[in-house]
């Protein structure tokens, strides 16, 4: 079983919908979270992250942790085309490298 | 400052050829990291750098694969000999630190495809 688990999709949805995207782990120890975008063809791009429990937002985006079910999860609001893209989420333990979840291929349809 | 900087873009080449992938990462960061990207297999950490010293190698896939960093501001890929299942978007990235919520940035990529 992976560490970090998260479905590839793609999901597509229409132009202003909520879209809520999760990733699910196993090791208790994380406690960062993070949430990449990776437009086609470019490098990943740090969205926003989280330390612990609780929620974060930023804009349109929100991240929200929940540790007693260790799942995460990025909601955005208003989806726009221009958010089209995969989202990868990754979480670390204290000082240790970044754990990578599979991403999610999110298709916003106008 | 340029951001990570990632050469070639794109790279074709024939199994049993040997491939250099290059990479010059943000100055001042002391993290070098190199990544595989698949559709099976997502994205992979090979190999990460302190200081220029390599601290974690356990995810190069095998001999055929080496790194190194011979200073501050640049790093190489070396795949000897290329076989068509090394075909794969590879990433270098870079960051300050290891810890916490720091950001690490990616270059471009390099896609490679071994025929």
């Known amino acids: 079983q992976k560490e970090v688990e998260q479905d590839p999709g793609p999901l597509s949805v229409p132009e202003g919908a909520i879209v809520s995207l999760n990733c699910t782990y196993s090791n208790s120890a994380f406690q960062y979270f993070m949430w990449y975008r990776q437009y086609s063809r470019k490098g990943p791009e740090l969205l926003m992250y989280t ?15 929940d540790k007693s079910s260790k799942y995460i999860s990025l909601f955005i609001r208003d989806s726009q085309p221009s958010d089209s893209a995969t989202y990868l989420c990754a979480m670390r333990r204290s000082n240790y490298q970044l754990i990578w979840g599979a991403g999610t291929k999110l298709i916003i349809k106008p | 400052d340029a951001g990570v900087i ?13 491939v250099t992938l290059r990479c010059k ?63 794969a978007v590879y990433f270098c990235a870079s960051s300050l630190r290891l810890a916490g919520g720091e950001e690490q940035y990616f270059g471009p990529g390099t896609r490679l495809t071994v025929t």
């Open chain 1, 51 to 65: 330390y612990s429990s609780g929620n974060k937002e930023d804009g349109r985006f929100t991240a929200q942790v």
């Open chain 2, 6 to 18: 990632q050469s070639p873009r794109h790279e074709v080449t024939e199994m049993g050829q040997e």
């Open chain 2, 25 to 87: 990462p943000i100055s001042g960061h002391d993290y070098l990291f190199w990544y595989r990207q698949t559709m099976m297999r997502g994205l992979e950490l090979l190999i990460y750098f302190n200081n220029n010293v390599p601290i974690d190698d356990s995810g190069m896939p095998e001999d055929r694969f080496s790194a190194k960093m011979p200073n501050a501001s640049f790093s190489t890929l070396k795949i000897q000999p290329s076989e068509p299942r090394d075909s």
